[in-house]
């Protein structure tokens, strides 16, 4: 069952693209993208609910840290990780978060020791996630 695992990369990858060029995730997508998952969870019923909600309940939590943050970690972001939520459950959503993470980390961080990015630089973290989520694909 790796339809689910494409489908978050396919969302992902557009909304690289769009946060690579316009600072912003693209909502149509992510409403149709929401929209299908939860149907094709209903109509296939490929997790449990508490999965889906708990692959949901990372992307709030992202909406939350955006919060208190005050944007520092983009609200769209959130909504985006509440989307890939449906399609990859709570664990499968909670390694994509860490492993974009962890991919930003040592790409920002090289880019700070060599003098390229600045400390309050804004930067996308879409296309870190798209990364991650290609990773996850190829390492099964």
């Not at 693209?26 to 299908?36: E, I, K, R, W």
């Not at 909600?53 to 609200?75: H, N």
């Not at 709570?90 to 962890?102: K, V």
Request: with cysteine; net charge positive; proline share 2%.
């Amino acid at each position: 069952m790796m339809w689910n695992e494409y489908c978050a990369a396919l969302l992902l990858g557009w909304n690289a693209w769009t946060d690579l060029r316009r600072q912003e995730v693209s909502m149509p997508s992510l409403g149709a993208a929401a929209a299908a998952g939860i149907l094709l969870n209903l109509l296939v019923n490929y997790q449990k609910s508490a999965e889906l909600f708990a692959g949901i309940g990372t992307g709030l939590f992202l909406l939350a840290v955006s919060a208190v943050s005050k944007g520092a970690v983009g609200f769209g972001d959130g909504l985006l990780l509440c989307v890939t939520g449906i399609f990859l459950g709570g664990m499968g959503n909670l390694r994509l978060l860490m492993l974009g993470s962890i991919l930003c980390a040592a790409v920002l961080g090289a880019g700070l020791a060599f003098g390229r990015v600045r400390w309050k630089q804004r930067f996308p973290f879409v296309p870190f996630l798209f990364l991650a989520q290609i990773g996850r694909i190829l390492w099964k």
